[in-house]
């Protein structure tokens, strides 16, 4: 995107820069409508303990609802008589909620179908008259990247950004015609749609995809060629094993690897964190990498080795593993539990440790509190279900087609999130004008 001309012909220069010349730009707190604030700050704590709480009533708005952008989350209510006390806390649709704290200038819209309530101490409600300017459009200017770059300066605070209502009030908003911004608002609402509907998509194919791993993983459900399911839950499939892990394979340790020794380009490494952060069931790509001088007291990993992480800090995510499937030089950092696997599909094998059952088992064998460790002591004592090797491969493939879609989505869903990124950029500052129809 090239920077405008300041001589160009039909825009002017403001404190949010370049707009169109027919466009306003307004203190956000001159556009209330006379009858409540533009902007209201939220009660002060000593009004809003938590004693004053009760299990139902009227709802309390507060950051979890606006950092998720559900309005429809949240558990916490207050009394008739408190909520009158508070009236000028309150919030009503159309209203904005901006936090204030730590991750600031998150906005959210209250829907028509809203519940009655108040906000907390860590909002702000923005109340705009809606014959001069579209809430729509001004939640997303609250959330354009620019905004927030101009609001995260103006925060005070050390290491957690805290905004106040003055420097609310005082934030200017460019307005073109309420006729344009509602179109505004208009397309962008359909990106998120979009949005939303990639969400859907992801979700609901995870959740079929951990449904299609529980039934293939325990025989449940098989490919006719192999022979028939099973009808009982515990039950073994014809021609399946049981295995102990340590019975097809060899454990080896994870060695160094420092956060100081790791670099930006290098020889690719992996840390147990990363394990938990950046992969699922297979190592796809390298995110830490280290000079060669640093392998020497490091472990190597070869094709299809399992690693599994050996600290966590819950039982639930003990154990946690991921596959190395590429012919590259690669190592592996301490608190790594390195198994390699002879006679198996390494695939397959990945899918089977990281399912519901393997990991209850896991969790029988994590020692330890506030952190919490597993050995290779104790992994080699897992019970494995094996098909024959055809299966495996057959059911690793079904399993791989289904996270490739996933993936799929997940690369959607970022490329609408980037573009509408851009699209907020250039509509929001009049950069991209939008043709109206008449009588708009």
Known sequence: MTRRNENRRGYKKTKVGWIPEEWECVQLRKLGDGKRPAIKAGPFGSSLKKEYYVDNGYKIYGQEQVIAGNPYLGNYFINEKRLC???????????????????IGK???IPPNYQKGIINPRLLRISLNKNRTSSLYAKY???????????????????????????????PIPLPPLSEQKKIAEILSAWDRAIALTDWLIDAKQRF??????????????????????QKKGELPVRWKIKRLGSFGSFLKGKGISNSEKTETGIPCITYGEIYTRHEFVIKDFYSFIDRSITQKSQRIKRNDILFAGSGETLDEIGKCVVHTKEIEAYAGGDIVIFRPKGVNPLYLSYSLNSDLLIRQKIQLGQGHSVVHIYSAGLKTLQVSLPSLDEQTRIATVLSACDREIELLHKKEIALREQKKGLMQKLLTGEVRIKLNEGD
């Open 85 to 103: 006390s508070l009236r000028s806390c309150e919030v009503f649709p159309g209203d904005i909620l901006l936090s204030l704290v730590g991750t």
């Open 107 to 109: 906005a959210l819209l």
């Open 141 to 171: 200017f609250l959330e354009a990247e620019h905004t927030f770059r101009l609001l995260n300066s103006w925060a005070q605070g050390g290491t957690m950004g805290v905004l106040n209502a003055q420097i609310v009030r005082s934030l």
């Open 209 to 230: 995809k951990k449904g299609l791993m529980q039934q293939l993983l325990t025989g449940r459900m098989r490919f006719p060629e192999f022979g028939k399911p099973v």
